[in-house]
């Protein structure tokens, strides 16, 4: 896709004054505008698909549908669209997962004002983005890795139960969470019972206490 000389950005992070402070630092270069934003998942999504923008730059943890899940479906329904995570959180396994479900970087919001304008330029150019701070750890965990022979960690749950364990989560649920994700009743139960065996839990009060380790939703 050939850059355009002013990228069209959508800007989703449920916090407004996040989403303001995000913006102006988008907008203090000519070559971004912010044109769109969205307050939460679904909404990210469905101006994603509407409107006519070239970036979508995304929080991780949104209410109703997260960040990732946004992503994976725009991988899927509109491919030659940009993404780029935010996240507060710094950890190697989020940057890896942002990367599975299609997104262009990853940025952590403590160091937005260092690194957002260059990790939106770096997706527009179709190259990715990986924050400064992580990046010898990432390299040196490889190495420590392939030294002995080890493959990088699996994550127990697939991106589709991770999407059910957020919901949960929120509190939603199984026919909220059957609409959310366009899926029938019985198969949220089949997730959820294949949930709590992969993760030996019990209940939702355990799930919720994993997702926000996962940094899923926020406490």
């Known amino acids: 896709m050939p850059i355009p000389l002013k990228t069209r950005v959508l800007l989703a992070d449920d916090h407004a004054l996040v ?23 679904v909404e990210a999504l469905r101006l994603a698909l ?7 730059v995304l929080d991780v943890a949104m209410p109703r549908m997260g960040g990732l899940a946004v992503a994976r479906e725009l991988a899927k329904q509109r491919p030659e ?16 997962e942002a990367l599975k479900a299609g997104a262009s970087g990853y940025v952590l919001k403590s160091e937005a004002n260092r690194d957002l304008i260059e990790a939106c330029r770096a997706a527009m150019r179709g190259q990715p983005f990986i924050y400064p701070a992580a990046a010898s ?5 490889y190495l420590e890795r392939a030294e002995a022979g080890e493959e990088g960690p699996k994550d127990p749950l ?3 139960e991770l999407d ?11 026919e909220e969470i ?22 030996e839990m019990r209940n939702r009060v355990e799930l ?3 997702a926000i380790r996962r940094g899923l939703v926020e406490p």
């Not at 102006?24 to 044109?35: C, R």
């Not at 509407?50 to 979508?56: D, F, I, K, R, T």
């Not at 059910?164 to 199984?174: C, D, N, R, W």
């Not at 959310?180 to 993760?199: F, G, P, Y």
């Open 137 to 141: 750890a990432l390299v040196r965990d």
């Open 19 to 41: 989403r303001d402070g995000l913006k102006l630092i988008l907008e203090s270069v000519p070559d971004l505008s912010v044109v769109a934003e969205a307050g939460d998942g």
């Open 158 to 160: 697939t991106p589709r």
């Open 81 to 96: 669209l940009r993404v780029l995570m935010l996240s507060v959180h710094d950890n190697e396994q989020y940057f890896f």
């Open 178 to 199: 059957a609409e959310a994700l366009i899926i029938s009743h019985k198969t949220v139960d089949r997730h959820r019972a294949n949930i709590l065996e992969k993760l």
């Open 164 to 174: 059910v364990v957020k919901l949960i989560a929120e509190g939603l649920t199984s």
């Open 50 to 56: 509407s409107e006519e923008v070239h970036l979508a």
């Open 208 to 210: 919720t206490r994993y």
